[in-house]
């Protein structure tokens, strides 16, 4: 059984931080993400990164304020986010995929978490 597990969401206020963790289990992947998606808008890209390369990606909305990171041993993924803003409100989920092509595309990943929610107030 493949699971994906988020945690750390919660309420913060603007400019505060928070960090995500993601503890795969069942196998490992050739990439991990994060995604997220507010309330009556699209599945948004925010960062993924390369598990065997520690290779990283960032959506321009988030650049410079998120770091995604990892622990292969841990089989577990992170998101740091900094000066968080009231956009950011969202539920974040966690993906995992065996390709490592288009890790922008939410649709080339296999499996994913239920989510963790982040609300950021003004």
């Known amino acids: 059984q493949v699971q994906l597990v988020e945690s750390g969401g919660g309420l913060v206020q603007a400019g505060g931080s928070l960090r995500l963790s993601c503890a795969a289990s069942?196998?490992?992947?050739?990439?991990m993400g994060w995604f997220r998606q507010a309330p009556g808008e699209k599945r948004e890209f925010v960062a993924a990164?390369?598990?065997?390369?520690?290779?990283?990606v960032y959506s321009d909305s988030v650049k410079g304020r998120f770091t995604i990171s990892r622990d292969s041993g841990k089989n577990t993924v992170y998101l740091q986010m900094n000066n968080l803003r009231p956009e950011d409100t969202a539920s974040y989920y966690c993906a995992g995929k065996i390709g490592s092509v288009l890790p922008q595309v939410g649709s080339t990943y296999q499996y994913w978490g239920q989510g963790t929610q982040v609300t950021v107030s003004s």
């Open positions: 069942g196998r490992t992947f050739s990439i």
């Open positions: 990164i390369n598990w065997s390369a520690d290779v990283t």
